[in-house]
């Protein structure tokens, strides 16, 4: 038998479910992420937020279906923090900051070493993307920014390795033949 503690507790409980979840965003920020290429930036550097506005144009141009947008955190730590949880997979950074998020150094030791892969480089900043990110997804990433009026650079890079995905379109190989990872 249920005692009438028990049943104005849970009763309270369940009418109060649905009002503490309606609070939280993580749900709709899986959703978002789902239905669009969030590319991240932050606000320390405004040189990141303008790279990844011109991408999001270059990218919703060749690629609309990726429904690209400008994630805008408010420092690069934030960037480490949601790269490492997965809740991001692409971000505009310095090189020394992608750098230094690869490694764990500085202030980024609180996050760990991230797996950075590189998508595209650009005058002082890198496209980076975790390793988990598509290997398709990277091939067409690379070939609509190729294909934008970005500027892209060579300089600086060797220490952070492409992507594979991107090594796979730079050597040729047809999008078909990429595995559905």
């Not at 975790?130 to 070939?143: I, V």
Request: aromatic share 6%; glycine share 8%.
């Amino acid at each position: 038998m249920i005692s009438r503690r028990s049943f104005t507790v849970g009763l309270a409980a369940g009418a109060l479910a649905p009002a503490a979840g309606a609070h939280s965003l993580y749900p709709q920020w899986v959703a978002y992420r789902r239905k669009h290429l969030l590319i991240g930036c932050h606000r320390k550097d405004a040189e990141t937020f303008r790279l990844a506005e011109a991408l999001v144009a270059g990218i919703n141009h060749a690629l609309p279906t990726a429904k690209a947008r400008a994630a805008r955190a408010p420092h690069p730590e934030r960037l480490a923090s949601l790269i490492g949880t997965n809740q991001m997979e692409v971000a505009v950074l310095p090189l020394p900051e992608a750098l230094a998020m690869r490694d764990g150094t500085g202030s980024f030791a609180p996050y760990g070493k991230l797996d950075l892969t590189r998508i595209a480089t650009f005058e002082s900043h890198i496209l980076v993307a975790e390793a988990g990110f598509p290997d398709r997804h990277a091939w067409m990433l690379s070939a609509a920014i190729a294909e934008s009026d970005l500027a892209l650079s060579s300089a600086g890079t060797k220490s952070l390795p492409f992507h594979p995905g991107v090594i796979a379109r730079m050597d040729g190989t047809a999008l078909g033949d990429l595995a559905a990872n």
